[in-house]
Antibody, heavy 125, light 110 residues
Framework: QVQLQQSGPGLVKPSQTLSLTCAIS??????????WNWIRQSPSRGLEWLGR?????????DYAVSVKSRITINPDTSKNQFSLQLNSVTPEDTAVYYC???????????????WGQGTMVTVSS | QSALTQPASVSGSPGQSITISCTGT?????????VSWYQQHPGKAPKLMIY???NRPSGVPDRFSGSKSGNTASLTISGLQAEDEADYYC??????????FGGGTKLTVL
């Protein structure tokens, strides 16, 4: 049974970096079929896909245009997890952040079948 | 990338059928068969209900079905049950290799 366990601070100061981690059990971040995503949800922006990382003989990343200049998603194969870093945050980045798996297969499904528990991150001084 | 357009709310009585629409463009919904639908109860993470327009993951009741015509995808729930009351979101792959969600639809079971 695949599970995703999120960790990271719930409060970040404006202009600082938001950092979250998603630990994977029951699958591998280095899977040649799955992709690993970050998604956030706020009342003002609804559900917003942020980006993904996946391995197909080498590592690939795709990022949403809205955050492309500020976001990094990194795999950590030694701990079987992946992380989100969002730089220069503002109060508009306040949201519930989720990690999620695209189960893939012979190709990505572009759907999210397993979700983390969610982390409420507030950007405030 | 603009969010996909969904009605803010729909309602139906137990046993009835309802349909939720999700309208995009030829760069997302209309261009790819990668539309998915999610159910979200308050305080919970979204749950995948439909992927690739019309496929149901294991464990999702066959009361849930999906379809697409042109730039509009639809989720139909037949035989409405009280536990179907939730928020529903669509999502699509886009021509920019990104993904976009709809604004969400609140389903009320009367």
């Amino acid at each position: 049974q695949v599970q995703l366990q999120q960790s990271g601070p719930g409060l970040v100061k404006p202009s600082q970096t938001l950092s979250l981690t998603c630990a994977i059990s029951g699958d591998s971040v280095s899977s040649n079929s799955a992709a690993w995503n970050w998604i956030r949800q706020s009342p003002s922006r609804g559900l917003e896909w942020l980006g993904r990382t996946y391995y197909r003989s080498k590592w690939y990343n795709d990022y949403a245009v809205s955050v492309k200049s500020r976001i990094t998603i990194n795999p950590d194969t030694s701990k079987n997890q992946f992380s989100l870093q969002l730089n220069s945050v503002t109060p508009e980045d306040t949201a519930v952040y989720y990690c999620a798996r695209d189960p893939g297969g012979s190709y990505l499904r572009f759907a999210f079948d397993i979700w983390g528990q969610g982390t409420m991150v507030t950007v405030s001084s | 990338q603009s969010a996909l357009t969904q009605p803010a709310s729909v309602s139906g009585s137990p046993g009835q059928s309802i349909t939720i629409s999700c309208t995009g463009t030829s760069s997302d919904v209309g261009g790819y068969n990668y539309v998915s639908w999610y159910q979200q109860h308050p305080g919970k993470a979204p749950k995948l209900m439909i992927y690739e327009v019309s496929n149901r993951p294991s464990g999702v009741p066959d009361r849930f079905s999906g379809s697409k015509s042109g730039n509009t995808a639809s989720l139909t729930i037949s035989g409405l049950q009280a536990e179907d009351e939730a928020d529903y979101y669509c999502s699509s792959y886009t021509s920019s290799s990104t993904q976009v969600f709809g604004g969400g639809t609140k389903l009320t079971v009367l």
